[in-house]
């Protein structure tokens, strides 16, 4: 079945320690997301690609870092995680053009100790 | 004014029963508007889309008034598995959020036996 994939499902690491999460897509569809959700809080854009185009929201910490090698993956990289970057990472994509629902990979819970 | 105002509940209701959840959003430039079902832990999920004419979907029924910029989701015949959070979402037809999409805190309902 066609889906986003998102690897680790739980990430533990610690303070200051980099780390990175993966997103996979067998929609091949052109946008790929990174949302940031805490608890009991609505999912927040910390930045988009559109095809390789790298789309940063403004309010987006320097701490957060991407990459898109190519169409299916993409990378969330998280320089030096503080304890308040704990939160779900939900990666979604969607296609331009082709009424642009999102769908969402199921998320990697990250624990910051 | 938050862009996407949703009560948060807990709506607590018994099977069968007739459930309204509001939202409100600010930006009148907004075009397309959607309900997504968020259950514990997992990813968004697209519930329906919202169209200017009111649209139905089985037991859901979803309306907007632009107006006012309100948009509404009617549960009839609750059942114990729609207990989730119900996110209110607005696509960003403007500025630098072309094509993203704005999600409300989210209300949350619990269908009891």
């Known amino acids: 079945d066609a889906m986003v994939i998102q690897n680790p499902r739980y990430q533990v690491t610690q303070f200051g320690k980099p780390v990175t999460l993966s997103c996979s897509q067998t929609?091949?569809?052109?946008?790929m997301y990174w949302y940031q959700q805490k608890s009991s809080q609505a999912p927040k854009l910390l930045f988009h690609?559109?095809?390789?185009?790298?789309?940063n929201e403004a309010d987006t910490p320097d701490n957060f870092q991407s990459r898109r090698p190519n169409t299916s993956f993409c990378f969330l990289d998280i320089r030096s995680p503080g304890l308040g970057d704990a939160a779900m990472y939900l990666c979604?994509?969607?296609?331009?053009?082709?009424?642009?629902?999102?769908?969402f990979g199921p998320g990697t819970r990250l624990l910051v100790l | 004014r938050k862009e996407v105002e949703q009560d948060p509940g807990p709506f607590n209701v018994p099977e069968g029963a007739t459930v309204a959840f509001n939202c409100t959003y600010s930006?009148?430039?907004?075009?397309?508007f959607f309900w997504y079902r968020q259950d514990c832990r997992k990813e968004p999920k697209l519930l329906m889309s919202?169209?200017?004419s009111g649209n139905e979907d089985g037991r859901f029924t979803a309306q907007l008034n632009r107006a006012s910029q309100y948009i509404s989701l009617l549960i009839r015949d609750s059942k114990l598995s729609d207990s989730a959070t119900y996110l209110c979402?607005?696509?960003?037809?403007?500025?630098?959020?072309?094509?993203?999409?704005?999600f409300g805190k989210g209300t949350k309902l619990s269908v009891k036996p």
């Open positions: 930006n009148s430039a907004s075009q397309s």
């Open positions: 929609l091949n569809h052109n946008v």
């Open positions: 919202v169209y200017s």
């Open positions: 979402v607005v696509k960003g037809d403007y500025g630098g959020s072309q094509g993203n999409l704005i």
């Open positions: 690609y559109y095809d390789k185009d790298f789309n």
């Open positions: 979604a994509t969607s296609s331009r053009g082709a009424g642009e629902t999102q769908y």
